[in-house]
C-alpha cells in the first residue's frame, strides 16, 4: 500500500482515522444508550469501509472493472450489493460479478415511461435487527436514522456523520469511575426563538457569548412543552382569536390588571433561572394565596395585582441584606443614588415583606415532598406540571374575581353573595377563593362530563352578562368556544394583557428525572 499513490489512499487513511476515533469515543465519551447504538453502527461501518478499500486495493479490483470483455461468470454473491443512478457504474459492477440494482431519478422519467409499480416506503431486510429493547421496564424504540427509498438524500443522509445532539438535553453526573455519565433527562419547551447572536447597536464594550441575552418572550403566544400541563382546548382556540390591539380607552390602574400571581411562563421560560423562580415561588406561595384571599375578602374586594416585571425582580433575585433598606434609614438613603433595581426591591419589600434567601433556605415542600434547592426540574417532569397547573388554576380564578369586580361593581354592592355562587359555578362547584389540590380529574370548564362543563359555561355567560360590554352580542351560551373567546377579548381589552388560561390536569408520568416523583409502583 506504500507504494500506492497518496490519492488513491485518502479515502482508506479517512476510513481508518474515523474508526479509530470511534472506538476512542466508545471507550471514553458518555453516552445515551441510543447515541451509542447509533455510534457503534458508524464506527462499524467506517471498518467495513476500510475493510473493503484494503480488499480493493489487494485484489486489484480496479483493473477488474476496467475490463470490457464478457460478463464474469463468477458471481459474487457474499457481497451486500449496490445500487446507483449511474449507468456506467451499474455496467462496470454487473461485468464484474457485482450485485447491483439500477435505479433511475424520478426526474429523468418521461410522460411515455411506464411504471408498473411505485414504492413509497422503503422495506427493510428482514435480516436486520430492529427489535425494540427494554430499558428499566420502559419500552425503548430502536432509533431509525434514515428512511424512504433509494435516492441520492439517502445516500448523503448514509454517509452523514453521528451529531450526538442528545446528550446536551441529559443532566450529567460523575459515576463511580469519576467518568460522565447521563443521570436524568432536560425537559424542553417549544415556541421559544433561539438566542440572537446579533449585537445590539446602542451596547458598549464586549458581551461573552455566554451572556447573550433572553430574547423577550411573546406573552400571547402559549408555551408548550413536556413541563408545562396541557391547555384546555376550547380556551386555547379562544386566546388565538384575540386582537392583541384593540384596548379599552380607560384602563384601570395597576392593581386591578396587575397578575395576583407570577406568570407561569415567566416562572420557565429561562432555563437558566427556572429552578429558581420554581424553588422561590414554592416558598412564598401560601403567603401569596393568603394575601390574595384577604385581599378578595376586604373593603376594595380586589385582590391587589402588580406587574410581571416586579413579579420577575421579585421571584427570580437573590436579595441580598444591602439590598434591603429598614425603614429607619429609608430617608437617609434615599439622599444617595440607588439604581432601579433596587428601589423596586425596596417596593417589593414593602408588599410582600422578605423574599426568600437562598442562603438560608434549602428546601421547600410541595404537599409533603421535599424538595431540595437547584433539584426542582431534576426530578420527573409531573413535579414541575403539578405546580404550574396549581399556578394556573389560582391565576386564573383571581383573575375572574378581579374583573368581575372591576366591570360589574353595582352588581356586587347590591348581591355580592350572588356573584360568588356563579363564580363557584364556573370553578366546578368549588370554592371560587380556594383551588383544590391535585385534583384527580378535570372539573368545571374542563370537565369531561358534558353536563357538568356546559353549567361551568352557561355561569360564565350570566356572570360576563353584568359587564355590559359589547363583546357579548349574538354570544351563545351553549357554543363553549364563544364563550371562551368573548371572555378572552373582554380580559385583553380591559385589562391590556392576555389572560391566564386553564390547564387539563396533568396526567401520565415519564419517569424520565434524576429524582422519582409519584412514581406507581
Known sequence: MRDRPSE????????????????????????????????????????????????????????RLSRLGPVSKHLYDDRLGAWSTDPSTVQSLYH????????????????????????????????????DWDECGVLMSFPTRFAGPPSESLHQA???????????????????????????????????????????????????????????????????GDLIPLSEPTWALALLSVDRSVRSPTAPPKPVSGYRFPDPGMLIYSEGRRDRNIFNWLAIRQATIRRASNDAASSHAVPLGISNELWRLYISSDFSEDAWVPPTVRGAASSRPRSDNISRRQLLVDIFGRPPDSQHLRHVEWHGFVVE?????????????????????????YDLIAIDRYLAP???????????????????????????????????????????????????KTLMESWEVSELVSVDANDELQVASAYCKIFAKTFGRPPILPKLIPKGNDCSGVYPYRRSG
Open 410 to 460: 353595582g352588581t356586587w354592592a347590591r348581591a355580592s353573595s350572588s356573584r360568588y355562587i356563579l363564580l363557584d359555578a364556573v370553578c366546578g362547584g368549588y370554592s371560587c377563593l380556594a383551588v383544590v389540590p391535585r385534583p384527580d380529574s378535570n372539573f368545571g370548564m374542563a370537565s369531561t362530563d358534558e353536563d357538568a362543563r356546559h353549567a361551568a359555561y352557561g355561569a360564565l
Open 158 to 224: 448514509l454517509s452523514e456523520e453521528n451529531r450526538y445532539r442528545d446528550l446536551e438535553e441529559y443532566f450529567l453526573e460523575l459515576n463511580g469511575d469519576r467518568a460522565l455519565t447521563p443521570v436524568g433527562m432536560k425537559s424542553t419547551l417549544v415556541n421559544v426563538p433561539p438566542y440572537s447572536q446579533k449585537r445590539s447597536k446602542r451596547s458598549k464594550g464586549i458581551r461573552s457569548a455566554t451572556q447573550i441575552p433572553m430574547p423577550a418572550r411573546d406573552k400571547w403566544i402559549e408555551l408548550k
Open 8 to 63: 488513491e489512499c485518502r479515502d482508506l487513511e479517512f476510513a481508518v482515522t474515523k474508526m479509530r476515533q470511534g472506538v476512542m469515543r466508545l471507550l471514553y465519551n458518555p453516552y445515551t444508550f441510543k447515541e451509542m447504538v447509533l455510534d457503534v453502527a458508524q464506527t462499524q461501518r467506517y471498518y467495513l469501509d476500510a475493510l473493503a478499500m484494503c480488499e480493493f486495493a489487494e485484489e486489484d479490483w480496479a483493473t
Open 96 to 131: 464484474a460479478g457485482i450485485p447491483v440494482y439500477y435505479v433511475r431519478p424520478i426526474h429523468s422519467l418521461t410522460g411515455e415511461d411506464g411504471v408498473p409499480q411505485v414504492l413509497t416506503k422503503a422495506v427493510r431486510d428482514g435480516s436486520v435487527d430492529t427489535r
Open 373 to 397: 434547592w437547584g433539584k426542582i426540574t431534576m426530578h420527573d417532569n409531573m413535579l414541575v406540571r403539578e405546580i404550574l397547573w396549581d399556578l394556573h388554576q389560582w391565576s386564573f380564578q
